[in-house]
Structure formats: structure tokens, C-alpha cells
């Protein structure tokens, strides 16, 4: 269609639209959003046509875009061409790649389908997105957010504050001092080191300074929590944590603690600057939304792909809750409840967790009622896991994970928020920086769920393999990019291991832990959000041999050392250290409900046998600090 209008007259494209149409309106809103002003749009008046020369059909059917040039285009074509002139790099490359050929037809299609049908489709559309004719701010998000990942570093450094010396001292399991020495002798290059094991530790492991370290990290955590120079405080604790994860080996390898680590790089890359921003003057970019959405998606998709391709039966047969609440590594007393629940409902519960797990993260990406329904959907999952299970702080920072499934507006609707100030253009330094971090978060991140998948095991490229492997050896040890996968194979039986002590070899006495299930007549305790590590890895432990730190649990016992002995619940030989200790392994069952309410007792057990046979101390001098050697004894 040749235009009426000569080269030149035009300076900028014109979009002409349906003025009678509110659902037009609201479109063209947005689109003039994301254009700023780079676009002129019109509602398509009989005079304009006529000026134009655009008949009224097609002018009833689809918008149309007149170039400079002179050039008509309608329909999808000229949406994606007006979208072209966008100053925002997303908008224009999401745009021409929607003139691609192939993605071009498929979408003028569908938008001939929405122009016929354009009354239902704007309803939808008032439900999914709301009247907003801007995209929805995400400020506050960042301010609440921010807030709670300081609380979530505050209870994590507290904890492994109570922990630290018993764990990693001098005369702890896992002394790090020790480590690093040993890593000196291996690696002479310091930079090679600091690169393999990144922690502050390499300057000073005593002691004093691991104390220390955790109370830096409450302070900080405080200063995160009251707003006090977010970005520093943030970048701060991610380096932090970082020192403790990267010389803590099996104590500091949860899920969340690697999870709290990539929640806090990224809240140090979304963070405002200054020492009092308030809730900042400038706006999340919609990478920075992106990547936590995407850490939304990947941590819950992650762990329900991982339980359907475990082959574990369970999970297969909606058993898995059946199992799950007696098995689970600290029970607790609404789990032991739950355990006796009607078989129906167990399945059910199953089901929903699968559900829940592989279907609702996809709506992460979603519109922003679905996006609400999931954040109250996996809310309520993280509800009912926190009620029935101890996992740390696990729950906490995913509830504020969830945080950005949400909007300013959804925010304002549950907490009495003002506006906000209008907000300012971004550095553009700290654009550069979100991509330059998005790059391989997003590159690892496709990696992680692609290699679930047998097709990509199958057919993948081995140059690109390559190149993924390379990726993942140099950001492995930030440990900020993760594999999620909880509870993909679910224990069915319940081995727990119980240390005890002799000075005779003929009576023994219980080492009484603080929350491990131990003492059948003691009711199973609520303990998150603090993170027992050492309670913890004895349940690990009993699913196989005795591994490395248990040797050294025991000598460390032997040894009589006060900060192993400050992770227990009591010390039976409070005046010197027995002999010998041994370990013996049972199996732990939930009594039914009419057996509690008879004997009082919430377990039942049957021995199992030895776990580790009597051992007591090497006669001689010992280094000081070091584990010390031991030797095995005859059963008497």
C-alpha cells in the first residue's frame, strides 16, 4: 500500500490504534512505555486514515505503523517494528527477533486471533496483568528483600557462631588452621590457592579470629537489616560466608548454605548504594528481576526433576510421605503427628509435592496473578516443610526468595508502604555489571537443568561440554551457582547412631545429643531456624561407613576436648574422659498413637549391631591441636 504521505514529513514511526478500544489503550500505554517517546501513537480517526491513505478494514483489523520512510505496516509486524525503535536494549532485541521469519508468522496468527476475538482476550487480560498501564515497580521488593536476607545472614552467622570452635577450632572436627597449613605444603603458589579455597582465612585461622569472624557477620547483618549501607553490607557477608563455606567442607555443604551464598551475590549486584538509600533511587532492571525468578524456577524445579528421574520408587508410587516424616534427619513433633495421617491423605500429599515441585515454578515467569499464586502455592510448601521438618534456614530465605514473584503494588496490598520516589536512570557501570554476572549465572543455570534431561546427555555438543566444564571449574569454588535437588531419593528406614563411652569396657554410658533423636521418651523438637551441623551429619553418617570427621568426633571425646563436648547436650564423664567410646547403630521407629498415650515414648529402636567398635588413645606425645591417633579393642 503506497502512503500519502511524502518522505520526510514524518520524524519519528506512527502507530494509529483503536481509540474505542480499552483494551487497546491499555496496550498502546505500555507500548509507549517502552518506546519513550521514540514513537508517536495515534488513535486512528477517519481523517488520519484518509491523510494516510489506510482503508478503514484494515484499520478495524490491526493496528498500523507508518514509517518515516513511508512504509505501512500492520499487525504483529508493525508492533515489533514500532518495539525496534525502543532506546531499551531488551525491548529491540526482543523485537527483532520477533521479525525473524517463521516467529513472524506464528505471531501475526495469534494476533489475529486476539484482534477477533478481543473482548474475552481483554478480560484475561485485566485478570493476568491488571489495568496498570506501566510495568510494575520493584522497589520495595528490593527494600523487603534486603531486609530479609540480613535476617537470614544474622541467623546463619548466629548459628555457626554457637558451633564454630567445636566444628573448625583447634580442637574442633575439622580444624581449618590445620587444613590450610596442609594446603600450603601442597600448593606453593598463593594465588592458586586463594583460587581453589577463596577465604579470608588464609591471613589468620586461629580461634580468635573464627569467633570473630561470626560476629562481623552479625554486625553486618544488623547494618544489611536496618538499611545501613546495603550494597557494602551485602558484598561483605557474601565474602564472608563465602571463608567459612569454602574451608568447611561437609559441615558447611548444605543446600542452603550455597543457596544463601547465590542469594546474597545477587542481592549485592541488585542492592542500592549510599549509607541510608532508603529504598533506593534507581529501579531493579528486569535482569536483576530475571535472575532471582530464575533462581525461584531452577530451585524448586530442580529438586522435583530430580525426585521423578531418581527412579526412586517412592516417589514413583506416592509413597514418599508415608516414609518422609519418621525419616526425616531432625523430626519434628507436628511430623510425628503428621506421620499418622490416613494413607489417602499421604499419597495426596505426595502428589501435591510433585505437583508444586515441577508445574507451579513455571509460573515464575509468568503474568502477575500467576505469578501470586505462586508465590502463595510454594509459600504454603514451605509452611507445611517447616512444620514438619527442622532444615535450618532453608525456609526463611525461600520465603524471601519468593519475595520477587511479587510487585510494589501485591507488596503495598499486605504492608502499609508509601510510594515511592520516582526513581532515576540507572548507572550505567551497574548495568554493564548485572551482565556481565548474568552471563554464566544464566549459561551455568541452563547447563544445571539441561544436563537432567537424557536427550541433552545424549546429543550434546561436545565443544559446548566442553566449554560449560571449563565455566563450572572456575565458578565452583565462588560456590554462587548451584544444582538444587532436595530429597530426590527418600530413606525409608531410620538408622540412628548412638555414641557411648566406658572406662571399663564393660559399662557404658550415652553421649546425649542436644536435638538428634536419641532418648525415646524425649519428643521430637522444633529447632529451625538454627542449623545443629553436627546433629545433622550424624544422620548422614548412620546411611553408610563412618566417614572421616566421625573418627575424629570420637577421638576428639577421648580426648576430653570442651568445644566438641559444647555441641552435646551433656558429657557423662564430666570429671575425666573414659577410655574407651564405641558406637553402636538401631533403628529408630515412630510409636502409634496408642502406644504413646500408654508408655509416654515417641521412638522405638532394635539394635542393628556395632557402627564403630571400641577405640581409645594411642599412648604418646600428640602435636597439639592435631587429631589424635587411635587404636581398636576387642568387643568385651
Not at 146 to 166: E, K, N, Y
Not at 232 to 249: F, H, I, Q
Request: hydrophobic share 45%; glycine share 10%.
Amino acid at each position: 500500500m503506497m502512503s500519502r504521505v511524502s518522505h520526510g514529513v514524518m520524524a519519528r514511526p506512527l502507530v494509529l490504534y483503536d481509540g474505542g478500544c480499552a483494551f487497546c489503550r491499555r496496550w498502546v500505554a505500555r507500548w509507549r512505555w517502552r518506546t519513550e517517546g521514540h514513537v508517536r501513537y495515534r488513535a486512528g480517526t477517519w481523517w488520519r486514515r484518509w491523510l494516510l491513505g489506510i482503508p478503514k478494514a484494515d484499520m478495524r483489523r490491526a493496528l498500523q505503523l507508518v514509517e518515516p520512510s513511508g512504509r505501512v505496516s500492520q499487525g504483529a509486524e508493525a508492533l515489533f517494528r514500532a518495539l525496534a525503535a525502543s532506546p531499551r536494549r531488551g525491548t529491540r532485541v526482543t523485537a527483532r527477533l520477533g521479525l525473524l521469519p517463521g516467529v513472524l508468522q506464528a505471531s501475526q496468527a495469534v494476533y489475529a486471533v486476539v484482534a477477533r476475538h478481543r473482548g474475552r482476550v481483554s478480560r484475561v487480560d485485566r485478570w493476568l496483568f491488571g489495568r496498570a498501564a506501566v510495568p510494575h515497580e520493584y522497589r520495595w521488593v528490593r527494600w523487603a528483600f534486603s531486609r530479609w536476607l540480613g535476617g537470614t545472614f544474622l541467623i546463619a552467622f548466629t548459628s555457626l557462631g554457637r558451633q564454630v570452635l567445636g566444628l573448625y577450632g583447634t580442637r574442633g572436627l575439622r580444624p581449618v588452621a590445620e587444613r590450610l597449613a596442609a594446603e600450603r605444603i601442597e600448593e606453593p603458589s598463593a594465588l592458586a590457592r586463594w583460587r581453589r579455597i577463596p577465604s579470608l582465612f588464609w591471613l589468620d585461622a586461629s580461634d580468635a579470629t573464627l569467633v570473630r569472624g561470626c560476629r562481623a557477620g552479625q554486625l553486618l547483618s544488623l547494618a544489611l537489616l536496618f538499611n545501613v549501607a546495603p550494597r557494602l553490607s551485602v558484598s561483605l557477608l557474601w565474602s564472608l560466608y563465602l571463608s567459612y563455606a569454602a574451608v568447611g567442607r561437609e559441615f558447611l555443604s548444605f543446600q542452603w548454605d550455597v543457596l544463601l551464598l547465590e542469594m546474597g551475590l545477587l542481592g549485592a549486584l541488585t542492592a542500592p548504594g549510599g549509607l541510608r538509600p532508603g529504598v533506593g533511587r534507581d529501579e531493579p532492571s528486569a535482569l536483576d528481576v530475571f535472575l532471582f525468578r530464575l533462581l525461584v524456577f531452577r530451585l524448586y524445579f530442580g529438586s522435583g526433576l530430580s525426585k521423578l528421574q531418581s527412579g526412586d520408587r517412592s516417589w514413583r508410587e506416592l509413597t514418599a510421605c508415608e516414609h518422609y516424616y519418621e525419616t526425616a534427619p531432625l523430626p519434628t513433633r507436628g511430623g510425628w503427628y503428621a506421620h499418622h495421617l490416613p494413607t489417602r491423605l499421604q499419597r495426596a500429599s505426595t502428589l501435591a509435592v510433585l505437583g508444586l515441585e515441577t508445574a507451579v515454578p513455571f509460573l515464575a515467569f509468568g503474568p502477575r496473578r500467576l505469578r501470586q499464586f505462586a508465590f502463595w502455592s510454594l509459600g504454603g510448601l514451605q509452611a507445611a516443610i517447616m512444620a514438619t521438618g527442622n532444615y535450618g534456614f532453608f525456609n526463611v530465605q525461600s520465603l524471601g526468595l519468593g519475595l520477587w514473584l511479587l510487585d510494589d503494588a501485591a507488596l503495598r496490598r499486605v504492608l502499609p508502604l508509601p510510594d515511592a520516589p520516582p526513581a532515576e536512570a540507572r548507572a550505567w557501570w551497574r548495568t554493564g555489571l548485572s551482565a556481565l554476572v548474568a552471563a554464566p549465572v544464566l549459561v551455568l543455570g541452563a547447563a544445571e537443568v539441561l544436563r537432567r534431561f537424557e536427550g541433552w546427555q545424549r546429543y550434546r555438543p561436545a565443544r559446548v561440554e566442553t566449554w560449560m566444564t571449563w565455566l563450572e571449574s572456575q565458578a565452583r569454588p565462588l560456590r554462587s551457582v548451584n544444582p538444587y535437588g532436595l530429597f530426590s531419593m527418600m530413606t525409608v528406614q531410620r538408622p540412628e547412631i548412638v555414641v557411648e563411652g566406658s572406662d571399663d569396657g564393660a559399662h557404658w554410658k550415652e553421649y546425649p545429643f542436644r536435638y538428634k533423636v536419641g532418648d525415646l521418651s524425649r519428643p521430637p523438637r522444633q529447632v529451625a531456624p538454627h542449623q545443629p551441623r553436627l546433629d545433622w551429619q550424624m544422620w548422614f553418617a548412620a546411611l553408610g561407613s563412618p566417614p572421616g570427621w566421625f573418627v575424629a568426633f570420637l577421638a576428639r571425646l577421648l580426648e576430653g576436648s570442651p568445644e566438641v563436648l559444647g555441641l552435646l547436650a551433656g558429657n557423662p564423664f564430666p570429671g575425666r574422659p573414659p577410655r574407651l567410646v564405641r558406637a553402636m547403630l538401631y533403628d529408630y521407629r515412630m510409636t502409634d498413637l496408642a502406644e504413646r498415650r500408654r508408655t509416654g515414648a515417641w521412638w522405638t529402636r532394635e539394635p542393628l549391631g556395632l557402627y564403630v567398635p571400641p577405640l581409645s588413645l594411642t599412648p604418646g606425645p600428640r602435636p597439639q591441636g592435631r587429631i589424635p591417633p587411635l587404636q581398636w579393642h576387642a568387643e568385651a
